[in-house]
């Protein structure tokens, strides 16, 4: 059986004439209908990869609870799948909607056989099946399965959502489930600014920069005021909550103005599936992988197609080149209209001090001395002060494009001169600071709306059209560490829309098969996790949607099987494999092949027998292969 995906994309027509849904009485909630329910996740929160696409509601810790149909319909898809939503209903409705419940722990006996029966015509415990509207109607209330947490769930708990006739998925709360209580209003941890061009200031400095708040008679503000030149665009650090509960939600709307008038509005009603990966431009996608906080953008930022906003002519950036003061205010909302507010003043500043001493510095990483932000390199370099107490202003000598280029300091903050360098006039390939020679790893621009390959001696990247969200000035770079040759390809920090295609020169090889050598990416704890690969001569290829580092591993080692209940009613499995995980599984007994349900994060297979009025007897095969063909064959036999 194998673990590997495949997607399957079929257009279902809607059978029923569209009706007006909006209806608090047309649908009824999943879980304990009539009884207070509690959420864990709310729609369009912020997962690490992806918005929200519905509720989540707890059910106590456990599995088990009944799940009812919120509305008449028919089943008219079931998917079962290892990871994702694992078990899947979608109910078509009259009013041409759309209902979908996920990590289910079972279906109800009249839908787990219709399955069961696929799964064995099929030989596979993950399927996809969709129903025709006779097959399997049902009424509302009626009891569908229990819920559970299979697939790549977290705990106990249903996904409920509720979608449009097009398939966009709808925040279910809107329709007036009085289930959920909330009197709470959204709680705001902090705020940022980030400069937007190469000549935007913020308190006299180029960059990104926080600032705390603090509560005022029941609004948020900032204690002083930021000065600001250019244009510049506003994050929010926040989320939402929900009364009786400690879990954190995503924030459904927010508004930022300027001396009253709006600037940006992001209200999420609904979206496209296929503009869920935009969440790595609607956060701040560099402060959630570097430090796993969420910051929410008050612009609209390069590549972003989500269908939320409503701004000014600049997307929500605000640029300021007076030396007046202006009073900024962000306004967070939840579904029920609990509100909070942010207040904060910008003090136009068209001059700046080009010597500054502040506890606003931004350095983004204490290990190296430069930082990309847009097309703008940032150079950090610490300076020293001449017998008079001044600072002495050396110049940078920037190498690009075979000329040689002389610039002095930006300004100087805290005894760190900072230079700043337009990439699109160049890309430098090394820089003297002070005398201090540095070779940077920018290799090349890589537009982000047409299809791109660069080769270099030790590997070479191709990005199809639309990969990258805005134009990336690629890093590259190859060394050997602790023995090992490590491939860097640029920085994880930046995201991308769609894979990308790597090949890997080695010059030197791990020991062991070429065929159980594997790409690993290394990420941020220093775990590896398995790319995978195909060799040509000493080259391999792969397909990856991470930037970072890489090296070669082999995996020789073939997995893990642990007998945990063998008899005639029932067989259980744990299957394990550390280096490049399982692949594919299998049970015959007596020459019959036997479904297995797969649950990856407890590392367990069990048997689900066709008949269960028929015991298991005669001789047991399992079979389990690793990704790279490592294989264990467990056998036994059950019976004389």
């Not at 608090?24 to 929200?52: A, M, T």
């Not at 959204?186 to 705020?191: A, E, K, L």
């Not at 136009?348 to 350095?363: I, W």
Request: aromatic letters at 12%.
């Amino acid at each position: 059986m194998k673990l590997s995906r495949v997607i399957i994309l079929i257009c279902v027509p809607v059978l029923f004439a569209s009706v007006g849904f909006e209806n608090d009485d047309y649908y009824l909630f999943p879980i304990r209908p009539g009884e207070r329910n509690y959420l864990s996740g709310n729609f369009c929160e912020l997962r690490s990869s992806h918005l929200h696409a519905g509720l989540d509601i707890k059910v106590g810790g456990v599995v088990g609870s009944p799940v009812h149909a919120t509305a008449d319909g028919f089943v008219n898809r079931i998917k079962i799948s290892y990871g994702g939503y694992g078990n899947a209903i979608y109910i078509q409705h009259p009013n041409g909607t759309i209902s979908v419940y996920a990590h289910l722990h079972q279906f109800n006996d009249q839908i787990q056989e219709y399955v069961k029966k696929a799964q064995y015509q099929k030989k596979s415990f993950t399927i996809e099946l969709f129903p025709q509207k006779n097959e399997l109607a049902v009424k509302r209330g009626d009891v569908i399965g229990k819920a559970g947490n299979s697939g790549s769930s977290g705990g106990p708990h249903l996904h409920f959502e509720i979608r449009d006739a097009n398939q966009l998925p709808m925040d279910p709360l809107k329709f007036g489930f009085k289930e959920i209580v909330d009197n709470v209003r959204p709680y705001v941890r902090r705020i940022a600014l980030t400069t937007l061009d190469e000549n935007a200031r913020i308190n006299g400095q180029f960059g990104r920069f926080e600032f705390s708040l603090k509560d005022k008679n029941g609004k948020y503000v900032v204690d002083e005021p930021i000065a600001v030149k250019g244009t510049v665009g506003v994050e929010v650090a926040a989320f939402d909550k929900a009364t009786g509960v400690r879990n954190v939600y995503g924030v459904k709307e927010t508004k930022l103005t300027l001396d009253g008038q709006s600037q940006f509005h992001c209200n999420m009603e609904k979206f496209s599936f296929s503009q869920a990966k935009n969440i790595h431009v609607h956060t701040n996608y560099e402060e959630r992988y570097r430090q796993n906080r969420t910051f929410y953008k008050l612009y609209v930022d390069d590549g972003n197609t989500l269908p939320f906003y409503k701004t000014n002519a600049q997307k929500g950036k605000i640029t300021i080149n007076d030396d007046g003061v202006h009073q900024a205010s962000i306004t967070l909302s939840d579904i029920n209209g609990n509100k909070s507010q942010v207040d904060f003043t910008l003090q136009g500043q068209p001059k700046t001090d080009k010597v500054l001493n502040t506890r606003y510095f931004n350095k983004p990483y204490s290990t190296q001395n430069y930082h990309v932000r847009g097309n703008i390199l940032q150079l950090f370099a610490p300076v020293d002060k001449n017998p008079e107490g001044i600072y002495q202003r050396k110049l940078a000598t920037f190498f690009s494009n075979r000329r040689v280029f002389e610039e002095p300091p930006a300004y100087v903050v805290n005894d760190v001169a900072v230079y700043l360098w337009n990439l699109n006039q160049g890309i430098p390939d090394s820089v003297d600071m002070c005398g201090n020679v540095s070779r940077l790893p920018i290799k090349v621009r890589v537009p982000s709306r047409s299809a791109f390959s660069f080769y270099q001696p030790q590997m070479n990247v191709t990005f199809p059209k639309s990969a990258l969200f805005d134009t990336l000035f690629l890093q590259m770079d190859h060394r050997i560490e602790a023995g090992r040759e490590l491939f860097k390809l640029h920085q994880g920090n930046v995201p991308l829309r769609q894979s990308m295609q790597v090949l890997l020169k080695p010059r030197t090889f791990p020991e062991g098969p070429r065929s159980k050598t594997s790409v690993y990416r290394i990420d941020t704890k220093g775990d590896l996790g398995y790319e995978g690969g195909d060799w040509k001569n000493n080259n391999i290829s792969f397909r990856t949607r991470s930037f970072g580092d890489f090296i070669l591993e082999v995996d020789t080692i073939a997995p893990v099987i642990t007998p945990l209940s063998i008899s005639s009613s029932r067989l259980r499995f744990k299957i394990e494999d550390i280096t490049s995980g399982i692949h594919t599984y299998e049970v015959y007994v007596d020459d019959e092949w036997l479904l297995m349900h797969y649950d990856y994060k407890r590392n367990l297979i069990w048997s689900d027998r066709l008949d269960d009025s028929k015991p298991l007897a005669g001789k047991v095969t399992l079979r389990v292969r690793d990704m790279v063909g490592n294989e264990n064959v467990f056998s036994t036999t059950i019976g004389s």
